[in-house]
């Protein structure tokens, strides 16, 4: 394309200085504008084969072959017009290319993420396979400079990964033995081996390309509105530069007396080309969709992935966010805080028996509270001392260590067992020990809260949103103090799934119809209300599959900071499509009525499409570059 207006031009600049004249003047001319202009032809032809005619090629084609049939029937040899329009016209195209394909490597660079191969060892040789047919649970191994193909755990070594494409964070992230890692992060020093958890079709890689693949289909009510106006605008142009050609010359025919030949309707099929030239709806049409996938883009950069132009433009009406509370504003991983023992009513005594009991009765579970417990305990958990062991089922555990009858639980397993429990007055989580059947006391966890997680709510706030709201299953004590630490205004505790479900419609119908409400979760219980929401916002570094399937936005680093920026660009987009928007139909809505006065020509004409599409189009770039928003 550049080629080709880089030669046209200089044959233009050319054709000045020649002394052509008559008919080689207009073939050269011709061979110019065939070069400049051969694809509109082509297009605009077999738009009117296939039925679709009125598009912007057809309007390039008629303007300019128009000209040239008037430069003829003139006799005047200005063929320059019709070359300028179309000249120009492929200068906004190019742009518009230009802008389409930077927005496009920049979506390429996160595509980039895809591995080609993965390393597995075999007979005491390293081997590159597909990532499809490694199996879970297989060891693979990832070498210095080479991207993490499956998600895993690693088994040995320990090295910095890169995660800038996947979460947006440009410091490296340390890993050792027994870490997480997922696929599409470069291992940037040491050799790994990885035990892969996931399937190369499930691992996080994958997710994100689907996610971004799939976006540019999901247009938002703008795009949808543009496209149906231009059904509708451009054959009512066509239609209208058709009566403008005729209707005002026969007028004057009839009732002033004019000729009846071509020098009467000459002027108003001149201005009836300046009309269609004015009228291309080119801005509208490649701005609005480009200005959507440039925020797309610019958002995926940043660590944010959002899976189409509607809930982009539906993110920037939010007014009310919701968030699940463990694993989204705290880490889900609890700290022993203190112990309380009855008989000296010390609560911070220390480690004592009853944390090596719970230690040891809950080192068979995987639960959060249960793995803080063997932390807290921090020796090796001879299991050996443990003969029988009893899961109650939301309750806790009962077992026999060193022939005692050890049970650590909750207030209602103490009862179960006919033993009355310390009440703690501490807003946290309590586990209760008994021991043969005498309490013994309790442990104090506290859920840790995220770095971010305040500064996420205040940010918030400053974004425009007017209400914050928390739902856990926690109890109210520890969930209210949460909530006041954090800044949340409405707090709702000991919730099931089903009833954040609940809690959420009554959320949705108490907001203004002009206000979106957002719900920000991680964990698979809360796919149910992500789906409900009108945005749901998933945590997907470490989130469940099903969250991010539910979800409509993913935030690749858990970091709830970027909820706010998430917002500022979707908010950033839209004020581009509405700056483009009224832009292009304001300027053109006064060109056209000059133009049909006779105040425009075709030079102006030309700015007022292609300079106001070139002007657009620089303008939705500007929702790609999103660092400092």
Known sequence: MLTRIVIALVMTVALQFIPAHGWLQLALY????????????????????????????????????????????????????????????????????????????????????????????????????????????????????EKIPIDGVVVSGDSSLNTSALTGESLPREVREGDEVISGSVNMSGLLKIRTTKEFGDSTVSKILELVEDSASRKSKSENFIARFARIYTPAVCYGALALAVIPPLFMILFAGSPFDFSTFETWVYRALVFLVISCPCALVVSIPLSFFAGIGGASREGILVKG????????????????????????????????????????????????????????????????????????????????????????????????????????????????????????????????????????LGDVVKPGSADAIKDLHRSGVTHTVMLT?????????????????????????????????????SVNSDGKVAFVGDGINDAPVLSRADIGIAMGAMGSDAAI??????????????????????????????????????????????GVFGIVNMWLAIF??????????????????????
């Open 30 to 145: 011709l061979m110019t504008y065939l070069i400049i202009g051969y694809d509109i032809v082509l297009k605009a032809c077999r738009g009117i084969l296939n039925g679709r005619m009125f598009d912007e090629n057809f309007l390039m084609t008629v303007a300019t072959v128009g000209a040239f049939a008037l430069a003829i029937y003139e006799k005047s040899g200005d063929y320059l017009e019709a070359i300028a329009v179309m000249l120009f016209y492929q200068v906004g195209e190019f742009f518009q290319s230009y802008a389409v394909g930077k927005s496009r490597r920049n979506i390429a660079a996160l595509m980039d993420i895809r591995p080609d191969y993965a390393n597995i060892e075999k007979d005491g040789k390293i081997i590159k396979v597909d990532p499809d047919d490694v199996e879970v649970g297989q060891t693979i191994i990832v070498q210095p400079g």
């Open 309 to 444: 132009a509607n809930i982009l433009e539906t993110l920037s009406k939010v007014k009310t966010v919701v968030f699940d509370k463990t694993g989204t504003l705290t880490e889900g991983v609890f700290e022993v805080n203190a112990f309380h023992d009855p008989e000296d009513h010390n609560l911070n005594e220390g480690k004592s028996r009853m944390l090596e009991y719970a230690a040891i009765a809950e080192s068979s579970s995987s639960h959060p509270i249960a793995k803080s417990l063997q932390r807290a305990y921090g020796k090796n958990i001879d299991r050996g001392r443990m003969s029988e062991l009893h899961e109650v089922g939301g309750q806790g555990v009962i077992a026999v260590i060193d022939g005692k009858q050890i049970a650590v639980g909750n207030e209602k397993l103490m009862r179960s067992i006919s033993v009355e429990p310390c009440h703690c007055q501490t807003a946290a989580t309590i586990v209760h020990v008994a021991i043969d059947g005498k309490y013994a006391g309790h442990i104090v």
């Open 473 to 509: 299953g926690d109890s109210k004590g520890v969930a209210e103090q949460t909530a006041s630490r954090l800044g949340i205004d409405r707090v709702y505790s000991q919730l099931l799934p089903a009833d954040k479900v609940s809690r959420l419609e009554e959320i949705l119908e």
């Open 549 to 594: 399937e539910a979800a409509d936005v993913v935030l690749m680093d858990d970091d709830p900071v970027k909820i706010g920026k998430a917002i500022r660009i979707s908010r950033k987009c839209l004020s581009i499509v509405w700056e483009n928007i009224i832009m292009a139909l304001g300027i053109k809505g006064i060109c056209l009525i000059l």
């Open 608 to 629: 007022a499409d292609v300079g106001v599409m070139i002007l657009a189009v620089l303008n939705a770039i500007r929702a790609m570059y999103v660092r400092k928003i």
